[in-house]
């Protein structure tokens, strides 16, 4: 099937982009084994300008895999470990009076980087939340009376444990809609394992290289909003979101009582840039209902609120989501 | 036992010699195996039609395991009026509040030579047992009314041939119904997608006439997730085309054509979901033909399957 001139011109145009993706996913490949999906949705976030939420028990190294991924893209990259007692200041930044000069100069916070690493952000209290996520939002920070634009790329991982709930402030439910994507992070396999124990005890830890600079990852951007998405797509992706808030009238009668809340049009935004990034990754110039089932679960779990019944009889999110998939017609 | 003094009576001696004897006889009919076998003879009917079969089964049946007695197969019974056209036994052994029963059984297809009086001789059974006795048992010779054929050839009358134009004319009033109501259901179904291959096929070509590569592909589509879900029972309305790949080798019978099958659905994503082009494809015929061999040979298979599962 021969292609016409504007599709040729973006596939050629994606293939020479998209070369540096396999370079950094090799690069953090040195020193994380396994997690290609979290790597990978990292990178989704980077070209769509989104965060992620990564879920995941301790020892996971999704630490490592974020500041490995900011080491490789030649990016500022920031941790920001999340604590009862963190205040905003902490956090955005304050002003410092000077007293020789006897004025107040700006002392910016560590959310002044690239890409920067919220630690357990479920751990501190909701007013220092709320301000990293303020920022998230608008790109920019007020502090004091000047108001300062945020590093483009500007990228937030934020992580949170599953366990150890005790003493933990849950993100609302508002504020976990600004995160583009929440990946959870599994246990690598057996083989991966092993893999691990050889590369972290044996020999020197291997170094990451730069590979790229951020004004790549930016015209790459621009590039995933080219990608051509037919019609019949982006109307799928309108009835998965929507079949998230009325499941009866997608045959899904019985999911009715469980969805307290579907997902909100920010979803729809998100799953058609999220599946262009991922047709960018495979190198496709357009986008196909593969890519949007392989990145809907992460673009929606976050988004379906499941009501006590649910709860009660132990249907999650994701069981919903799954279902919702499942369900709708694929064009 | 004698007692000194006491001179028994002659009549005092006869009761147990009596009964000596009596043990005697008891013994040696009980070592008698003749006795303990039982054999009967059974026709399945009184009267047989020229055109039918009837089956005679001789039943040899006795106490206890079925190793008890060996019976020699008999000879296939002397018949008149009729023929033996097949035979086999059987062997079955079952306990009940008395014990241990066994049964052996031979029957016998016998089939009609003309219509009156048939005959079945009696057949003689051999026996032996384990420990060497042998001996034979003979069933009582059987009777058999051959009747006129059932299936009798049509003799034309005129009262036949009033009935026949009636019935002619119900058949004939049954079937236009009939044809109405197919008829109105499948132009109902092209609008409804209740008849999917007919609908599905009918867009496919309609999409091939027009030149209009995303609807034919789509509509093939459409007809191999049809088909896929009637095959394997999959639903498949939430499958894309690379999903329905593994499920290729259920549809088609041959390896080629299942190759085939996986590189039209590998194609049909670049098709449906890239900018359209101008370029005419030349596939769509071959296409075309492709599916629609594919459906003759899934209801083909259906066929099979419901003519295999009678």
Known sequence: MPLD???????AEIERESEFVERIVSEIGKVIVGQRTMVERMLIGLLCDGHILLEGVPGLAKTLAVSSLARTIHAKFQRIQFTPDLLPADVVGTPVYEQKKST??????????????????????????????????????????????????????????????????????????RFMLKV??????????RQILDRMTEGDVPHVNEVVEPADIIRARQLVRRIYMDEKIKNYIVEIVCATRKPAEYGLADYTDFVDYGASPRATIWLALASKAHAFLCQRGYVTPEDVKAIGMDVLRHRVIPTYEAEAEEVTAEAIVSKVFDSVEVP | MSYPGVVPHRGMLRVPLFSLCVVLLLAVGDAWPADDIRIEAQLDRGTVALDETATLVVKAEWEGPSDRFALVIPQAPRVHNLIVIGS?????????????????????????????????????????????????????????????????????????????????????????????????????????????????????????????????????LS???????????????????????????????????????????SRIDAILYAPATDDLDADMDVTEL?????????????RERKDASR
């Open chain 1, 184 to 193: 959870v992070v599994t246990y690598p396999s057996k083989a991966e394992e």
């Open chain 2, 290 to 302: 492709f599916v629609r061999n594919l459906v003759s040979e899934s209801q083909i298979g259906k």
């Open chain 1, 5 to 11: 001139s504007h599709i040729q011109e973006i596939h």
């Open chain 2, 88 to 220: 086999k036994r059987g062997t079955r052994s079952w306990a009940d509040e008395k014990g241990e029963h066994s049964a052996q059984e031979f029957s016998y297809v016998l089939q009609p030579e003309s219509e009156g009086n048939a005959a079945v001789g009696a057949v003689r059974v051999q026996f032996t047992t384990p420990e060497g006795a042998s001996g034979d048992l003979v069933t009582q010779p059987l009777q058999l009314r051959v009747g006129s054929p059932v299936h009798t050839r049509w003799r034309f009358s005129w009262e036949d041939v009033g009935g026949l134009v009636v019935l002619a004319g119900l058949a004939g009033y049954a079937g236009w119904r009939r044809w109405k109501k197919k008829t109105v259901r499948e132009t109902a179904s092209l609008r409804g997608q209740k008849d999917p291959f007919a609908a599905a096929l009918s867009e496919i070509a309609s999409a091939r006439r027009e030149g209009n590569q995303k609807a034919f592909y789509g509509a093939v």
């Open chain 1, 104 to 177: 107040f100069t700006v002392k910016k916070g560590p959310i002044f980087a690239n890409i920067v690493l919220a630690d357990e952000v479920n751990r501190a209290p909701a007013k220092v939340q709320s301000a990293m996520l303020e920022a998230m939002q608008e790109h920019q920070v007020t502090i004091g009376d000047q108001t300062f634009a945020l590093e483009d790329p500007f990228l937030v991982l934020a992580t949170q444990n599953p366990i150890e709930q005790e003493g933990t402030y849950p993100l609302p439910e508002a504020q976990i809609d």
């Open chain 2, 223 to 265: 007809l191999l997730k049809q088909l896929t879900g009637e095959r394997t029972g999959v639903p498949t309305a939430a499958l894309s085309a690379r999903d329905l790949v593994p499920f290729a080798g259920r549809l088609v019978s041959e390896e080629s054509s299942a190759e085939r099958l996986r590189d039209l659905l």
